[in-house]
């Protein structure tokens, strides 16, 4: 697997955020049995280009948490001829969002992260909550029991459970 992260925030993170990636990217995929070499690009950026993406690509022009954008369609995806990978997509962070969320929520900023990237990383795969319902609450489970393996419940964010520090 390997993620392509572009840093466009001015803010520099406090955590080491590629492992942390990683390590969540990855435990989704083996948790949904992938089978394949898979390749994401993740872009942490700030309020005032996340909103000029939100504006461009879902006509709603304000800031968000975080934008996924699947390459992929029923389980099938395009293949990197060059390295052999399956592009699943693109993840857009907000790292002012995530922040105002953690504060907001009372957990941490690494907690909001992962859970932003657990959330982008199940609708690259397919999953949808937008429509609720059952679809929402599958979606909504799987990221609580993904978190909690990696030791980032809401209570407890243990940075060497999941970063190895």
């Known amino acids: 697997?390997?993620?392509?992260?572009?840093?466009?925030?001015?803010?520099?993170?406090?955590?080491?955020?590629?492992?942390?990636?990683?390590?969540?990217?990855?435990?989704?995929?083996?948790?949904?049995?992938?089978?394949?070499?898979?390749?994401?690009?993740?872009?942490?950026?700030?309020?005032?280009?996340?909103?000029?993406?939100?504006?461009?690509?879902?006509?709603?022009?304000?800031?968000?948490?975080?934008?996924?954008?699947?390459?992929?369609?029923?389980?099938?995806?395009?293949?990197?001829?060059?390295?052999?990978?399956?592009?699943?997509?693109?993840i857009v962070i907000s790292v002012e969002k995530a922040t105002a969320q953690a504060e907001l929520y009372g957990h941490s900023f690494q907690r909001e992260m992962g859970f932003l990237t657990v959330h982008s990383m199940l609708h690259l795969l397919g999953y949808d909550h937008e429509a609720g319902g059952l679809e929402a609450a599958k979606m909504r489970e799987k990221e609580e029991m993904i978190l909690a393996r990696l030791g980032l419940m809401r209570d407890t964010d243990d940075l060497e459970t999941v970063t190895g520090k």
Do not use: W
């Open 1 to 90: 697997m390997t993620i392509q992260i572009d840093y466009e925030a001015e803010r520099k993170l406090d955590i080491d955020y590629e492992k942390l990636a990683s390590k969540v990217a990855a435990h989704i995929l083996e948790t949904e049995h992938c089978p394949y070499d898979v390749c994401v690009n993740l872009v942490i950026t700030d309020n005032e280009e996340i909103k000029r993406v939100n504006t461009e690509f879902r006509s709603i022009g304000a800031p968000t948490d975080v934008l996924s954008f699947p390459l992929g369609e029923n389980g099938i995806f395009d293949k990197n001829e060059d390295t052999g990978a399956y592009m699943l997509g693109d």
